[in-house]
């Protein structure tokens, strides 16, 4: 470990006398300091190594050699202070010495750990190495001491002595006080004088000042050391700050040195109840916030499952993913984490499976039927509560007596503005917009799912059957269940819609309830069929109010909204299919308004068809009358079969069948009207 240098020789004076040569030897610094130690006079020591301290930092240039000396009569003077236990003494004549740290600190085992090894060396007086104690640790130093003053007056011995005990305990103790001043000391010559070159003693004071602190329980000290820069040893001070409970130290470490896993796992410990620290007050926000910086997907992805067991809300937002558009999307990642997510949470699952439906708009299937199912269940599972099953069937009720609310609005706008805000509302909004936007979803089990709970969830089942192509059960169920006109009617402009995108806008308009997601495909699915007609569904537009016409029939009660049917649609309704679904004792004063407007625009159309057809026919004749002069400019081309004898060359082979190739005779250039030409012409009608 200590590496002797020899002590530098004394000034001389010479003096020649003869043939002989006589040297005359001052007294030096290091020769009184020696004499003064050996007769135990200490405190002269450090008088006289003072005096010539403040001798040398008056001068302007200091002599290095007698710099060199004042250190080492201060480390003889600390060691022999360390000897007989006089620590503080010790403590101040070791940093005047500028003693080396690590000497100081292999005396205490403890605290040295595994910095450095018996194998390392570092440079001591040799003076000073000599009289070094040859005790291992601090304790035996203080044991030999005890030993030395007490022994054999102490009965039974003195280790085991009370008395000695407590001393021993009392001086270990000022012992390490000793060496926390001295290091701290050193740490603040290291900020003064600068860090001028390597220095393999700096992470070991910065590593062992920090264990005092710890073992101390000095955690402001501590955190101010580790706010500072330092050379902290991880590995050293790791098993100590998890034995003294310092976990906050511990994180300001990790979160240092950059080692996310360790630090979330201090954190998790936390969570769970494992270790405790009043100084992190947030744990599972701070792995939130570490998670949301972080650009390991993998580690974000582990440990947000983790989350999720713990808090549902942020383990989902960590698990949506961040597209950054810099790697593909795969389907097959979304099912397989939405699998861990369930096995960690279901409540969880079924809002991860939300975002990948409603905000990703995954077009797969399984996952539209799921989120399905997992929207009817809700539902069912409000309706076994009497008291939501009563308020649901009351409200269907209202609405069918209450001719104002059938006329002014549908039965969805009324349920969502009636009724009171509640979990199961909202579910019950979710499932009808759910329902009516999406066309992925299995509609034959979601109907096997609402069959049972039919009548209270009548407007739902319209929508299945709506997506089925039941169009008639759709119809009957919008006009004679929940009499709702107005969405029968809509249901037939729409092409299939029991939900207009007018009232999901209204419905959505409310921030409170939160169902923009919901909504956002299916107010853009509306704009687009209300813009993009064609053919098509101008087609099953009048099939669909044909249907609705027959079901109103159907019923005596439904006579006026057939009749207003049958008067609003008159473009989209044949007269000719009309006619015969009405009844006998109808007064004519009913249809007159449709009869009037189909008779209209059938006389309108066929007079329309006469005069195109006629400047059709006039455009026709002045075509031909331009081009006929042209034509006949031109010369034609005749084309005369060949009888059947000819050769296997004028025939085509043409789908399998043979044709006889036609024979061109290419007409002679026609002469100027002026001439008389050499050969007749063809006319060709």
Known sequence: MLRHLA?????????????????????????????????????????????????????????????????????????????????????????????????????????RGSLFDPNDTTHVYAGVAERMPREASVDEIIVANLVRNYSPYLKPDTRTAPPTAELRKILGMAAVEMLELFLKKCRTRRKVEGKRKADTSYPVVDTVLAKIYAQSEKTRDLYALLQEPHEIVLSEIEPVLKQTGQYNALCMLYKQMGDDEKLLG?????????????????????????????????????????????????????????????????????????????????????????????????????????????????????????????????????????????????????????????????????????????????????????????????LESAIVDGKLGNHRAALSILVNDLHDSLSAEAYCTLGGDVVPGKVIQDICADPSLGLTTWASGLSQKHRQKTVDENEGALAKRKELLKILLEVYMSDEASSERAAHLVNSQAMNLDVVDVIPTLPVKWPLKIMSSFLARSFRRTVHERQEGRIVKAIAAGQNLDVKDRTWLILREEGMVVEEALDDGGDGDDYNEKNGVVEKSPLRLEEKSPVPWNTEPDVASVHVT
């Not at 007989?84 to 085992?109: C, H, M, R």
């Not at 609310?405 to 979990?423: G, I, N, V």
């Not at 917009?433 to 069959?451: H, P, V």
């Open 266 to 458: 201090i954190w998790a410990k936390l969570v769970d109840g494992e270790w405790t620290d009043d100084d992190i007050k947030d744990p599972i926000g701070n792995i939130f916030n570490l998670l949301s910086t972080s650009k390991n997907r993998a580690l974000v992805q582990t440990w947000a499952l983790w989350l999720t067991r713990r808090d549902p809300d942020r383990g989902i937002r960590l698990l949506m993913p961040r597209e950054t558009g810099k790697r593909p999307h795969r389907p097959d990642d979304d099912l397989a984490l939405l699998e861990q997510i369930r096995e960690a949470n279901p409540a969880a699952g079924a809002q991860f499976l939300e975002y990948l439906v409603l905000q990703k708009r995954s077009s797969s299937k399984d996952l539209h039927t799921q989120l399905a199912i997992a929207c009817v269940d809700q539902l069912l599972e409000a309706l076994k509560d009497d008291a939501v099953s009563k308020l649901w069937r009351a409200k269907g009720l209202s609405y069918t007596s209450s001719r104002s609310e059938s006329t002014t609005r549908t039965f969805f706008l009324y349920f969502a503005k009636s009724t009171p805000d509640s979990p199961t509302k909202l579910t019950r909004l979710k499932t009808v917009l759910f329902l009516q936007g999406s066309s992925l979803y299995d509609a034959e089990l979601i109907r096997e799912r609402l069959s049972p709970s039919k009548r209270v969830l009548s």
């Open 7 to 111: 002590s530098t020789f004394p000034k001389s004076g010479i003096l020649l006398l003869g043939n002989s040569v006589k040297s005359l030897v001052p007294s030096t610094l290091i020769s009184q300091a020696e004499s003064l130690l050996d007769s135990h006079r200490i405190e002269e020591a450090v008088d006289l190594a003072d005096q010539q301290r403040k001798k040398l930092q008056g001068n302007v240039i200091v002599d290095e050699d007698e710099a060199e000396e004042l250190r080492y009569v201060y480390q003889r003077i600390g060691f022999q202070c360390f000897t007989e236990t006089l620590f503080e003494d010790a403590g101040k004549n070791f940093y005047n010495g500028e003693l080396d740290p690590t000497v100081l600190i292999s005396y205490y085992p403890e605290l």
